[in-house]
């Protein structure tokens, strides 16, 4: 049997922390299918269809990755997908409150799920989405943080918010 694991996110955009992650996953799971949220009231930089192409770039060397949008619940989405397992990464004390939360409300939900926390390398535990985007609107450099074709994104995308004042 296919084991399956789900790996959902805003991914806005998605970073060198995230794909740490993935990189795990894959050693665990025969298929990891990375769902990107909607997502819609987090007011996300990037449309849907931007940050699933950028994902599906940024896995394109990693065997065993399936990029795809979601919708609904996540545990529906599980179901559906016929997953085992929902990933989600651990960056610090900080992340634990609320991923404690959501993974007994998502057990809750559907006993047979398993939550699985990954943890990424050191240097990729202070990286988020938002404080990248941060960083990249005032012109800082980003590089290391993000695959290039996102940070080619991301510059492209202040520029352009740049010339529209
Ligand atoms: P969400 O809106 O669901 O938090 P994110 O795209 O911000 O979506 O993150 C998706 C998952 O990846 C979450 O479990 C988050 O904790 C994890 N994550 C985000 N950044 C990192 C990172 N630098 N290292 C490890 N995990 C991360």
Same mark, same amino acid.
């Given at each position: 049997? %296919?084991?399956?694991?789900? +790996?959902? =996110?805003? @991914? ?8 740490? !992650?993935? &990189? ?16 819609? =009231?987090?007011?996300?930089? @990037? ?26 619940? !996540?545990?529906? +989405?599980? %179901?559906? $997908? $016929? ?8 960056? /610090?004390?900080?992340? @634990?409150? +609320?991923?404690? %939360? *959501? /993974?007994? *409300?998502? &057990? ?8 699985? @926390?990954? *943890?990424?390398?050191?240097? +990729? ?13 005032? =012109? ?21 918010? $740049?010339?529209? $004042?």
């Amino acid at each position: 049997m %296919q084991r399956i694991a789900i +790996y959902p =996110g805003t @991914f806005d955009p998605i970073t060198n922390g995230h794909l740490d !992650i993935i &990189r795990r996953a894959v050693k665990i799971f025969d298929t990891v299918i990375v769902a990107v949220a909607h997502n819609e =009231g987090k007011n996300p930089l @990037f449309g849907i269809e931007e940050r699933v192409s950028m994902v599906r770039e940024a896995v394109r060397d990693i065997p065993g990755v399936e990029v795809d949008a979601f919708h609904s619940l !996540i545990i529906e +989405y599980c %179901q559906k $997908k $016929k997953a085992v397992a929902l990933i989600r990464g651990l960056r /610090a004390v900080s992340d @634990f409150e +609320y991923e404690f %939360q *959501m /993974a007994l *409300m998502n &057990r809750k939900l559907d006993k047979d799920v398993e939550s699985v @926390f990954l *943890m990424p390398k050191e240097k +990729y535990s202070y990286l988020s989405s938002s404080l990248i985007k941060e960083i990249a609107a005032f =012109g800082g450099d980003i590089s290391c943080m993000v695959p290039e074709t996102v940070h080619n994104r991301l510059t492209r995308k202040f520029a352009e918010k $740049k010339e529209r $004042k």
